[in-house]
Every structure is written in C-alpha cells, then in structure tokens.
C-alpha cells in the first residue's frame, strides 16, 4: 500500500511539472501569436504612427499613435488617434478608430477648405 502512496505523489509531481512545462510553452506561443498578428495589422493598415487622419464620425483631426490588431475584423487592424486642439497642438484625448470612421488627411484638402 505505501508503494502506492508514493507513486501516487510521484504521478501528482510529475503532472505538475509537465503542467508547468506546457503552460510555459502556451505563453511563449500566445506571445509569438501575438507579434504575428501585429505584425500583419501594421503591414496591411495603409497609415503609419505619425500620420494624421480625420474621424469621419466627427470630422475631428487626429494624429495616429498605434496601430491595433484586430484578428476579428475584416481589415484586421483599428488605429488610436491623438485629437489635435483648435490651436493645432495635440489634445489629450485619444480615439480608436476603425477603417470606416478613417478618412485621410492631406494639407491641400485642408487649405482648400479655408
């Protein structure tokens, strides 16, 4: 009976320790998984950080501060704008944004409108 008792605990330990092994495994691949599917959002988003858009939903000014994954979306990628103030400086106030609330922004669109 006792033999028993100790395989018992040697099974227990040895389950953890392969438990451990796989989750550690598990968090090296959801951590590759996740660079991948960044990776591929920044390749297929046609704007860089930096860049500036325009909200469609609000006509507002934004300056893209990252560019987010979004594996669910048909695009696959969201931006997180910077809504710029009146004065033209940056505002605090951040906005995600996704493909069909962006229209692009360019200076001569803008000055033809003055």
């Known amino acids: 009976m006792e033999n028993l008792g100790s395989d018992r605990e040697y099974n227990i330990e040895y389950l953890k320790g392969e438990l451990g092994r796989v989750n550690q495994e598990l968090h090296i691949l959801t951590e590759r998984r996740r660079n991948l599917e ?18 469609k939903r609000n006509g507002k000014l934004l300056q893209v501060s990252r560019i987010n994954s979004q594996t669910w979306s048909r695009e696959g990628y969201t931006l997180l704008g910077i809504e710029f103030k009146k004065d033209g400086t940056l505002s605090k106030n951040t906005r995600e944004l996704y493909p069909s609330d962006i229209q692009p922004y360019t200076a001569e669109k803008q000055e033809g409108k003055k």
Request: net charge negative.
């Open 38 to 55: 960044q990776n591929l959002a920044e390749w297929l988003c046609p704007y860089n950080v930096g860049d500036q858009v325009i909200n």
